[in-house]
């Protein structure tokens, strides 16, 4: 019994011991520490890659580090505003910059004083050229490229915004071998700001081998109105509808490893020229 005594009272002053080892350790490392000595570093930056002249675009830092400031400047923008924590800068683009690319900069100076070295974002910035009659403007069949498939898209008014008819047909019926049997007329939604977006949806129903199957789609992308005519650049993928994962994500092998299809359309069709379809390895629809 003694022994176990004796043990038990070794082990309780072990453990004192080692807690006000730790304890001096602690209290010795914040005695020496110096803010001054921390070297930062800017860990993480977001922002658009492409911006629009005239409009303003938010920058944000995406870290925290307590008693930091940052500072933001801008080459070929202005710094419109600056959070209250400073962690966010608000971009106006007035001018088209040289290059057309404009140069987002972020420093960081911590609690101590010391100043990191610059992070820059690079934002390229395209002219802006306003819709004269709002999403009107955008009505009629454009071709292109749709889903490695040369196309022709029909878009039609649904006010404010559009209604597309023809996306992902060229690659749903030929390299997914699956007959469209109704649908594929979803919205696109115009923004004022030079972009598009195809809110998650109801695309279309095929046929395969006698069984319906219906799909959905989302996307998003710009549309551009200062060339000889609009045009649109919209990634997308397409759904078995209530799935988590587009076809193009889950067989982005098949596609260069993109997991995205690509819609590239230019209002205005050339008579005779479309659709032609790119080719593509034939395959037989990999059905889940």
Request: charged residues 20%.
């Given at each position: 019994?003694?022994?176990?005594?004796?043990?038990?009272?070794?082990?309780?002053?072990?453990?004192?011991?080692?807690?006000?080892?730790?304890?001096?350790?602690?209290?010795?490392?914040?005695?020496?520490?110096?803010?001054?000595?921390?070297?930062?570093?800017?860990l993480g930056v977001t922002g658009p890659s492409?911006?629009?002249?005239?409009?303003?675009?938010?920058?944000?830092?995406?870290?925290?580090?307590?008693?930091?400031?940052?500072?933001?400047?801008?080459?070929?923008?202005?710094?419109?505003?600056?959070?209250?924590?400073?962690?966010?800068?608000?971009?106006?683009?007035?001018?088209?910059?040289?290059?057309?690319?404009?140069?987002?900069?972020?420093?960081?100076?911590?609690?101590?004083?010391?100043?990191?070295?610059?992070r820059v974002v690079k934002t390229r910035v395209?002219?802006?050229?306003?819709?004269t009659n709002g999403a009107a403007d955008l009505?009629?069949?454009?071709?292109?490229?749709?889903?490695?498939?040369?196309?022709?898209?029909?878009?039609?008014?649904?006010?404010?915004?559009?209604?597309?008819?023809?996306?992902?047909?060229?690659?749903?019926?030929?390299?997914?071998?699956?007959?469209?049997?109704?649908?594929?007329?979803?919205?696109?939604?115009?923004?004022?700001?030079?972009?598009?977006?195809?809110?998650?949806?109801?695309?279309?129903?095929?046929?395969?081998?006698?069984?319906?199957?219906?799909?959905?789609?989302?996307?998003?992308?710009?549309?551009?109105?200062?060339?000889?005519?609009?045009?649109?650049?919209?990634?997308?993928?397409?759904?078995?509808?209530?799935?988590?994962?587009?076809?193009?994500?889950?067989?982005?092998?098949?596609?260069?490893?993109?997991?995205?299809?690509?819609?590239?359309?230019?209002?205005?069709?050339?008579?005779?020229?479309?659709?032609?379809?790119?080719?593509?390895?034939?395959?037989?629809?990999?059905?889940?």
């Amino acid at each position: 019994m003694k022994n176990k005594i004796l043990t038990g009272l070794a082990l309780i002053l072990t453990a004192s011991w080692l807690f006000t080892s730790c304890e001096s350790d602690m209290e010795k490392a914040q005695n020496e520490y110096e803010a001054s000595q921390v070297v930062p570093k800017i860990l993480g930056v977001t922002g658009p890659s492409i911006g629009l002249q005239t409009f303003t675009y938010q920058y944000m830092v995406t870290y925290n580090r307590a008693g930091s400031t940052w500072n933001w400047t801008a080459d070929g923008g202005t710094v419109q505003s600056v959070s209250e924590d400073t962690k966010t800068a608000t971009i106006l683009f007035t001018t088209i910059p040289a290059n057309d690319t404009a140069l987002i900069k972020v420093t960081e100076t911590t609690a101590g004083g010391v100043t990191s070295p610059e992070r820059v974002v690079k934002t390229r910035v395209n002219p802006y050229c306003a819709l004269t009659n709002g999403a009107a403007d955008l009505v009629g069949s454009w071709s292109g490229d749709d889903a490695y498939y040369e196309s022709i898209i029909t878009t039609t008014l649904s006010t404010p915004n559009i209604k597309a008819a023809g996306i992902g047909v060229g690659f749903i019926e030929d390299w997914w071998a699956e007959a469209v049997t109704e649908g594929g007329t979803p919205t696109i939604t115009v923004n004022v700001d030079g972009t598009v977006n195809i809110p998650r949806q109801y695309l279309f129903t095929t046929d395969y081998d006698g069984d319906p199957y219906r799909y959905e789609i989302i996307g998003s992308g710009t549309w551009d109105n200062c060339g000889s005519a609009p045009h649109m650049l919209i990634t997308y993928d397409i759904y078995y509808e209530g799935d988590a994962d587009g076809l193009a994500k889950t067989y982005a092998s098949y596609f260069d490893d993109i997991p995205y299809f690509t819609m590239d359309i230019t209002l205005g069709t050339k008579k005779g020229e479309f659709p032609v379809k790119i080719a593509l390895p034939k395959k037989t629809s990999p059905r889940k």
